[in-house]
């Protein structure tokens, strides 16, 4: 098993939430990347990245991990090539300018983490695209950047993980 994670736009590939989780998958086995994104502010050229990233894994069972903008991007590549998983927290859906560029749902296990205070994407988007199909949606009492539940967010990744992705290959 590969996890493969996205940032949000003004962090990086290795903020104290992808180090938490990392540090979690890696404790079931998974292999883990980081993707770079620092620099890239629209999210096209950053779904090209990922895609070019996943394209040189050679594992067939790949989890995306994506945080805000990095969640968008994260499923825009889950429509695009076959994912075991897709976990996304606080995901940049339909934000203003952008509304067109939301992906569809894509065909694999889903679940948000979004925070009830988050000022940046409002959780209404995630109820939104939740409402369109089979997702595990974990709302919790936090705000954008969901620092007071990363003990939550990890245990959810992991319970998400053991329950989605077959055993075999961890």
Same mark, same amino acid.
């Given at each position: 098993?590969?996890?493969?994670?996205?940032?949000?736009?003004?962090?990086?590939?290795? @903020?104290?939430?992808?180090?938490?989780?990392?540090?979690?998958?890696? @404790?079931?086995?998974?292999?883990?990347?980081?993707?770079?994104? #620092?620099?890239?502010?629209?999210?096209?050229?950053?779904?090209?990245?990922?895609?070019?990233?996943?394209?040189?894994?050679?594992?067939?069972?790949?989890?995306?991990?994506?945080?805000?903008?990095?969640?968008?991007?994260?499923?825009?590549?889950?429509? #695009?090539?076959?994912?075991?998983?897709?976990?996304?927290?606080?995901?940049?859906?339909?934000?203003?300018?952008?509304?067109?560029?939301?992906?569809?749902?894509? #065909?694999?296990?889903?679940?948000?983490?979004?925070?009830?205070?988050?000022?940046?994407?409002?959780?209404?988007?995630?109820?939104?695209?939740?409402? @369109?199909?089979?997702?595990?949606?974990?709302?919790?009492?936090?705000? #954008?950047?969901?620092?007071?539940?990363?003990?939550?967010?990890?245990?959810?990744?992991?319970?998400?993980?053991?329950?989605?992705?077959?055993?075999?290959?961890?």
């Amino acid at each position: 098993m590969h996890v493969v994670f996205s940032h949000g736009l003004e962090s990086g590939p290795w @903020g104290s939430k992808i180090t938490a989780m990392a540090e979690t998958v890696r @404790g079931l086995g998974a292999e883990v990347t980081s993707v770079d994104y #620092q620099g890239m502010r629209e999210p096209q050229p950053r779904v090209d990245k990922l895609l070019a990233t996943l394209d040189e894994i050679d594992d067939q069972s790949i989890v995306l991990v994506g945080s805000s903008m990095g969640g968008h991007v994260a499923t825009a590549a889950a429509t #695009q090539r076959t994912v075991a998983g897709l976990f996304v927290l606080a995901p940049a859906f339909f934000m203003p300018g952008y509304e067109t560029l939301t992906p569809l749902l894509p #065909q694999c296990p889903i679940a948000i983490v979004h925070g009830w205070h988050d000022d940046v994407v409002p959780v209404a988007n995630s109820l939104r695209f939740a409402e @369109g199909g089979t997702v595990s949606l974990h709302l919790v009492d936090s705000d #954008q950047r969901l620092s007071s539940a990363v003990p939550e967010i990890c245990d959810w990744l992991q319970s998400f993980i053991l329950h989605n992705v077959q055993r075999g290959d961890t």
